[in-house]
Structure formats: C-alpha cells, structure tokens
C-alpha cells in the first residue's frame, strides 16, 4: 500500500525529509528526501511512501534542509491503513441431498458484514493448487444495511466425474481477507430426479403427465405406475433423454399413481409419487353452457388414403356450435407450486358472474349468434338530513311558537334492478346487429319526518310514509341499419324506454325516458352523433322512477362528439399530435305543453303553487314551456391539466310565469368549468359554475337559467349538501334546489314540475382534491362557495327586500370502497353540510343544515 504526503513550502528550503515512525514506541526515522528536479528549482512539496502494511499505523513528519541545516520538525500526522475483512467460513451443500448429480450449491457466512463489499468465489481442481476465478458475487446496499451475512453461489458447470476445491475471498476496497477454508466435492455420477412432475386428465381415456427434466446425464427415463395402496409398480414406457411428457391410456374414473425415474450407467433417481383420476365425464365447454341452439351434425372423422379436392372435409369433425368448444378437465399447474384458487381451469356456477355462463353472453342461447345477458341488482340507501321546513297548518308539535319546525329526516329507499338483454352478435368489435334489452325495478322507500302535513297534504297522515312501485327504467329496441366502413363506424336506430345523457356532466338533459334515438359516429369513431325525440313519461313523486302514463312534454336533441379535434391543429403547430380533448356542441328543443299535475301525496306540482299560479276559486293557470338551448363544451386534457367545460345559451318563451304572473321572453345563460392536474394518485382540482338570474322579474324578461332535467356531476355532486338536498322556499309549492341538482330555479319538483326562468340563478366556487388511495378505496373532498346571482325573484315571491346574495359554505366528502376490486360490490358513503351565509339565513335560518349517507350496491 502506498501513501501520499503534501505540505506548505518553508523559505530558502532546498530540500525536505520526510520522517515516519510506525505505532507509538518506535523513532522517528527517515523514508525519502525530497530534493529539486532541476537546479535552481524549488523543491516539490509531496512525496511518497510505498512501503505500508495491511492494518498498521503510521505517524509522519517533514524537516525542511538547506546549506545552514534542519528546521525544527513539522507537525505530526497519524495514518491507519485499512484491516483486510476476516476469513469467511465456506461449507459445501447439494442441490438435492438424495441424489448425486453434478450440480453444488456454495454456501458461506461473512464474519464482518458491515465491511465487506464483495466475494470473489475460485475453484480448483482437487489437489491441483490451481485456482480460478467463478465469478465476484457483489453486495447490494440492502445487504449492508440488514447486516445479512449468509450468502450461497450455484456451480452447475461441473464435470460429473471430477472433484472440485471451492474457496471465497472478502473483499473490501483495496483489501482482501484471507482465502476461506476449502470446500470439496466428491465424484458424482448418478442422475437427477425429475422435479414438479404433475399429471392432468387429457380426456376421459388419457392421462397427461408432464415433469422438469433437470438432469444433465441422464440415458433415458422410465415411466411406471400403480393403484393406490399397492407395492408393486407397473412399466409403462422406456423414454429417451430430455424426456419432458408422457400420455398414459386410461379408463373414465381410474385412479392411479405415478412415478418418473433417471437412468443411467451409474445409477437412478426417481421423482416423488403423484396421483391423478381421469374425469368421469367427456370434456365439455366451461361454463355454464346451457343447451345449445344449433342442430348437430354428424361428427365422425373419416380418413381417406388418397387425397381429394374434399379430403379437408373427410378428415375433420364438423362443429356445428363454434362457441361451444369442448375443453378437457386439465391442471397446468402442480399443486404444490401455486394457490388452487388461481388455476385457470373452471368448471363454472351460476352463482359466480366471471365464469362463462350462458345467462351472461358468453353462449348464444339461439344459433350461433343470438346471446342473452342477465343482470341483477340491489342498491340500498341509508340517509340522514337536515332542511329547513315550516311547522304548517298543523304542527307536530302544537305549544311550539316557533316558524320552522324540526328540521331532521330520515330516508331509506331500496332499489331491486332486474335487467334481461337478448341480443345478436358475431365478434367482440362489431356492433350488435340487433337488441331487446328490458330493466325493470322494484322500489321501496320510508321517510320518516318530524313534521305533519310533509309526507301528505293531508295531516291526517302523520310523520312518516312506506311507499313502494314498479318500474320500467329501459324498454328498448337497438337495430343496427348500416356499417359506414371497415373500422366498424355504423348507424343504428333505438327505439324505447333508454337512458341519454346529452353533455359530459349531466347539466341539462341526463334522464332514462321513452324515445327514439338515431345514433351514428364516423372517422373510427372520432366523430359521434345523435339525434334524439323524447315523449316525457311522468315520474312517481317518492321514488323518481317512470311511471306508465305519458306528460305532455317533448324534448328534442342533437348532439356532436369530435374526439381528438386538436390533433391536426397540433400537428400542424408543432408536429406532434395534440389528443385527449374531446369537443361537443349540442342542441335541445323543450316543448313542455299546458297541464295540472298533483302529485302522489296530493301537492300541486303542475304549475308550481307560488305567486299567481291559481286565481281564486279557479282553475290553475297553466303554462307552456317553448325554450331552446345551444351548448358548447368539451371534456379532457391539454397537456397535463385535465379541463371539463359547458356552455348554453337559451331563448325562447314561457307562456306564463306563476311568479310575474306574465308570458315571459326568455334569454339566459350558463356557464361551468372544472380544471383539474393529476399528482400520482391525487387530483387537485377548481370549479366555477355560473347560472344566469333574473334582476327584474316584472318586466317580461326571464333571464334566470333552468335546465330540462339535470342531474350533474360536478363540484362533489351526489356527496354536496347543496346538489344533493331539495330545499323547500317557505310558504310556497316551490323549491329553492330540487334533489341533485345545483340549480337554485324555484320549480315545485325536478321530476315533476317545469322550468322557471324568473330565478335568482347562481355562482359557484369550488376547490376540491379526489384521492385514488388504493384500487379499493376513492375519496373525495370538497369546499363550495355559493351565492345567488341576482335576489330579485325571492324578494318578490317571499315579500322580503335586501336579501344578501350569499347563500353559504357547502363542505362535503365522499368514500368509496370496492372490496373486491370489481363493480359487484359497492360501498359508498358521503356527508355534507352547510354553513348558511347572510342571504340564506335572512329566508330561513342560521342552522347548519347537514346530509349524511350510506349506500350498497351488489351486482350480479
């Protein structure tokens, strides 16, 4: 080893001595002079010293010389040279104890394992001296930091004949330890045993058995058998080497064991004994199959000795039903190697939905292209709330003085969703050339109030109400009419009872109602649309599901999807592809025609009972709704901040308004936007949602926003007190929000009532962060901030002047779980409250108001 000395240079020195003494009790004495490379030079201010031991200490001093003498000595710097690690201890061990094949594993323990950095591992052959290196088998930082010190090198590259010397060396920088002690191998002959035979059933009449050939000396393998419980085994077959297989004749139900031996000149090594049972039955499909639609043919295989322009059809079985392929009992895996549960093969129940089943379209039930697909469903809702209600005409509690009676509610609804589809179909991308698909749903609902004359107009009725229906949610029929290309772009026709979303977050028109719908989409699917006509069927009051009776209220839609529409721009800009962002424009028409509707519990819902909706003992003035609505919007990401967007514009005319009392032109505006940038598994996102008021309600211009039946997803949607919650306007039909939806519109009922364009609108601020915690668990957190846009409308109806446009605090958080990972099983919970702002608490109160959840859904 050597070391390397440096110092400051001394005046008028023409030469340095450098001094060393090695431990503490030895003299100073001289290693090497310093002197100048050329005269006349200085001399240079380092030196060397290249005689070190391993693991010794060392102090070293300067002297500076010139023609007068020494000076006085510098000062002293000690220096300890590295320890080489300690000797490793080395033991030899075999693969497989039992047998005696060419193949050792190299086990040793590093006695320092905070200090060695590698192992160099050198064999020899026996009593040769004549060392050679393996390989260096390197520590990783995890190794040191654990102080792991067993450590283990496989050698399979080894005569089998020949005995072999092994040793290791520690290494720790510059240093080694000493050799280890020496290991040694004997000579090995015999084979390896064959490893993981298994044995699966072929058919009914083969068994298939299959092992891992290990051995590398082998002359053959020899295949035997026996009943369980017996001694004596029975020769099946004399194999070659690098045998891997081997198909056994077997008889339906026998049970058998079997066992694979290595062969050869020096010896034998069997493998462990492994049962199996050849199936009872012939192979069949998996699944549940259910019986199948197409008449069979013959299925005999016939073969010819001289081939014709039929011989293809001579020498194959016809297989009339091409999904029903059969598909012996068969066991991939020995199974001692993996989980039972995660073996591919599956016989199929018709309790488990993601085995092949028949009721799930995986078998056609007609012909070869006529499938069926059941689904089953229960969704439960537990709820608790909070919002304000008057005491009536008849309070619950007759000695309170108080306007508002108790506020609190509890809600439970249980939906049992049975939907049944037969459709036809050939491959997994084209369309379905033709559908039914029907869903009904059985509701039962309780709400429990703590208030008369809520439940029913008629007090009589109390605090509480169990009510229950049956409807038809989808009644439908899909024909495709024409392919538009090869990329499978197509127009179909539906025709029924359907669901129809007409923007990205519900804000308009999101309803499952009777119409019929032409729907297209072109370029490979970039562009999308449809055209739609509604006939609106009326809602029960309790539940919000269809009833069987027609209203008059029509709704026509159109609406484009472009996919993608910056790509080109984007190409063109700056020659990439700019994708994600997909852009919408739509139209709606609402011809919601003159009527009187009271609803299940006897309120007046049509027209809304506020203002001049009735005259005195006559009959409701009943309005008609002509509005039309264009929409912009867009949905995606730019980049990496993700953007949902949506604007509409409506016009048109309102024949008469129960609050002005007067047709009304109707002109207003709605805007919402929701920007949003993911970080791994979390979403930090802000909204905006703007929706027109009206500022003068006297004058004939409406200018307050209503949607046609909303039900958005937007700023915590389903989990905000504020979306979530319908809140009554005191002493009138009307309500200052219906349930899910954001829209402060003052209608009598979303699913019931009409839009009402005379409103005070609203401005929505939102921040919120959604977080994917696990693929089990979603949360959602958000803040909103509301205020009316204009108080106009309420000042008039409630008779009230200089309400303040603050409505309040909207907190909310939502929980979602899947245990499963899968849509079966769905857990979601959510709260909400509502801090009430200036605005609020001059029409009702400043009481919290709360919203609180739990839902299950179970799918099958």
């Given at each position: 080893m050597t070391a390397k000395i440096s110092w400051r240079s001394s005046a008028g020195a023409t030469s340095y001595r450098v001094e060393r003494a090695?431990?503490?009790?030895?003299?100073?004495?001289?290693?090497?002079?310093?002197?100048?490379?050329?005269?006349?030079?200085?001399?240079?201010?380092?030196?060397?010293?290249?005689?070190?031991?391993?693991?010794a200490s060392y102090r070293?001093?300067?002297?500076?010389?010139?023609?007068?003498?020494?000076?006085?000595?510098?000062s002293v710097e000690e220096l300890q040279t590295l320890r080489p690690p300690s000797e490793v201890r080395a033991s030899l061990a075999v693969i497989d104890s039992d047998t005696h094949e060419a193949e050792v594993t190299l086990t040793w323990t590093d006695a320092e394992p905070e200090r060695s950095d590698k192992f160099t591992i050198e064999r020899a052959r026996h009593g040769s001296g004549q060392w050679e290196k393996l390989d260096d088998l390197r520590k990783s930082r995890k190794d040191k930091k654990s102080g792991k010190a067993d450590f283990e090198f496989f050698d399979d590259a080894i005569d089998p004949e020949t005995a072999y010397?092994?040793?290791?060396?520690?290494?720790?920088?510059?240093?080694?330890?000493?050799?280890?002690?020496?290991?040694?191998?004997?000579?090995?002959?015999?084979?390896?045993?064959?490893?993981?035979?298994?044995?699966?059933?072929?058919?009914?009449?083969?068994?298939?058995?299959r092992w891992r050939d290990?051995?590398?000396?082998?002359?053959?393998?020899?295949?035997e058998r026996r009943r369980p419980g017996s001694e004596e085994w029975t020769e099946l077959a004399r194999l070659p080497a690098d045998a891997t297989s081997y198909s056994a004749a077997v008889q339906p139900g026998e049970a058998w064991e079997y066992r694979v031996r290595a062969l050869n000149s020096r010896g034998e090594a069997a493998s462990p004994v492994v049962g199996g049972r050849a199936p009872r039955r012939d192979a069949a499909p998996l699944g549940v199959v259910g019986p199948s639609g197409v008449t069979r043919g013959p299925t005999g295989v016939t073969r010819t000795a001289q081939a014709t322009p039929d011989a293809w059809r001579e020498n194959f079985s016809a297989l009339p039903d091409r999904w029903r392929i059969t598909f012996p009992e068969w066991d991939r895996y020995p199974e001692q190697l993996v989980d039972p549960e995660e073996k591919p093969y599956e016989e199929g129940s018709w309790l488990n939905p993601y085995t092949q089943s028949v009721i799930k379209g995986d078998y056609p039930v007609l012909g070869n292209d006529i499938f069926f697909n059941l689904e089953l469903q229960s969704d439960t809702l537990a709820e608790g709330r909070a919002f304000p209600i008057p005491s009536g005409v008849s309070t619950a509690e007759p000695s309170d003085p108080q306007f508002f009676g108790d506020f609190d509610q509890f809600l439970f609804n249980q939906n049992f969703v049975i939907s049944a589809e037969l459709f036809q179909g050939d491959t997994a991308f084209r369309p379905k050339d033709f559908a039914v698909k029907l869903t009904g749903v059985g509701n039962i609902n309780y709400l429990k109030a703590f208030e008369d004359n809520l439940v029913d107009i008629d007090v009589r009725e109390g605090e509480d109400r169990v009510d229950g229906v049956f409807a038809l949610q989808e009644a439908l029929i899909d024909k495709h009419l024409v392919d538009l290309g090869s990329s499978y772009?197509?127009?179909?026709?539906?025709?029924?009872?359907?669901?129809?979303?007409?923007?990205?977050?519900?804000?308009?028109?999101?309803?499952?109602?009777?119409?019929?719908?032409?729907?297209?989409?072109?370029?490979?699917n970039r562009l999308q649309l449809n055209l739609a006509w509604f006939h609106q069927l009326e809602k029960d009051t309790n539940s919000g599901l269809n009833t069987f009776?027609?209203?008059?209220?029509?709704?026509?839609?159109?609406?484009?999807?472009?996919?993608?529409?910056?790509?080109?721009?984007?190409?063109?800009?700056?020659?990439?592809?700019?994708?994600?962002?997909?852009?919408?424009?739509?139209?709606?028409?609402?011809l919601d025609q003159r009527s009187t509707e009271y609803d299940d519990n006897g309120f007046l819902v049509r027209p809304t009972k506020?203002?001049?909706?009735?005259?005195?003992?006559?009959?409701?003035?009943?309005?008609?709704?002509?509005?039309?609505?264009?929409?912009?919007?867009g949905e995606g990401h730019i980049g990496p901040l993700n953007i949902s967007h949506q604007y509409y514009l409506a016009w048109g005319q309102e024949s008469f308004n129960e609050i002005s009392g007067e047709k009304?032109?109707?002109?207003?505006?709605?805007?919402?936007?929701?920007?949003?940038?993911?970080?791994?598994?979390?979403?930090?996102?802000?909204?905006?949602?703007?929706?027109?008021?009206d500022p003068n309600p006297t004058n004939g211009r409406a200018s307050g926003f209503s949607a046609i039946f909303d039900n958005p997803f937007f700023a915590g949607s389903g989990f905000s007190y504020f979306n979530r919650q319908n809140v009554p306007l005191v002493q009138t039909g009307a309500q200052l929000t219906n349930r899910l939806s954001l829209l402060p519109d003052l209608r009598s009922s979303k699913t019931q009532g009409q839009s009402n364009f005379v409103n005070p609108g609203l401005h929505l601020f939102n921040v919120g962060m959604s977080a994917r915690v696990t693929p089990k668990l979603f949360v959602d957190f958000n803040v909103n901030f509301l205020y009316f846009d204009n108080t106009a409308p309420l000042e008039l109806v409630l008779v009230q002047g200089d309400i303040d446009r603050s409505i309040g605090v909207d907190y909310n958080v939502g929980v979602q779980y899947r245990p499963f990972l899968t849509d079966n099983v769905i857990v979601t919970a959510g709260a909400g409250a509502l801090v009430p702002g200036e605005g609020f608490r001059a029409i009702y109160s400043a009481k919290t108001l709360y919203s609180g959840f739990l839902a299950l859904t179970l799918t099958y």
């Open positions: 090695r431990g503490e009790g030895e003299d100073f004495a001289p290693v090497v002079e310093v002197k100048p490379a050329k005269e006349g030079e200085p001399p240079e201010t380092k030196a060397e010293d290249p005689s070190l031991e391993i693991g070293y001093r300067v002297v500076a010389l010139n023609a007068a003498g020494a000076s006085e000595p510098s010397d092994y040793r290791v060396v520690a290494r720790e920088k510059l240093t080694e330890s000493p050799p280890s002690a020496v290991a040694r191998t004997a000579p090995r002959g015999a084979p390896r045993a064959p490893r993981d035979l298994r044995v699966g059933a072929f058919s009914t009449e083969v068994a298939q058995l290990v051995s590398r000396n082998e002359d053959g393998y020899l295949v772009d197509f127009i179909t026709l539906i025709a029924g009872v359907q669901r129809f979303q007409s923007d990205f977050r519900g804000f308009n028109f999101f309803d499952n109602n009777l119409g019929v719908r032409l729907q297209t989409n072109y370029l490979s009776d027609l209203r008059p209220q029509h709704v026509f839609v159109a609406n484009l999807y472009f996919q993608d529409v910056f790509k080109e721009l984007g190409r063109a800009l700056t020659g990439h592809d700019v994708l994600g962002y997909t852009l919408l424009l739509n139209y709606h028409y609402n506020i203002g001049a909706a009735t005259s005195s003992f006559g009959p409701p003035n009943e309005k008609e709704l002509r509005i039309h609505y264009l929409g912009w919007g009304q032109d109707v002109l207003a505006h709605f805007f919402a936007l929701e920007l949003s940038v993911d970080v791994d598994w979390l979403r930090f996102k802000g909204s905006y949602l703007y929706a027109s008021g």
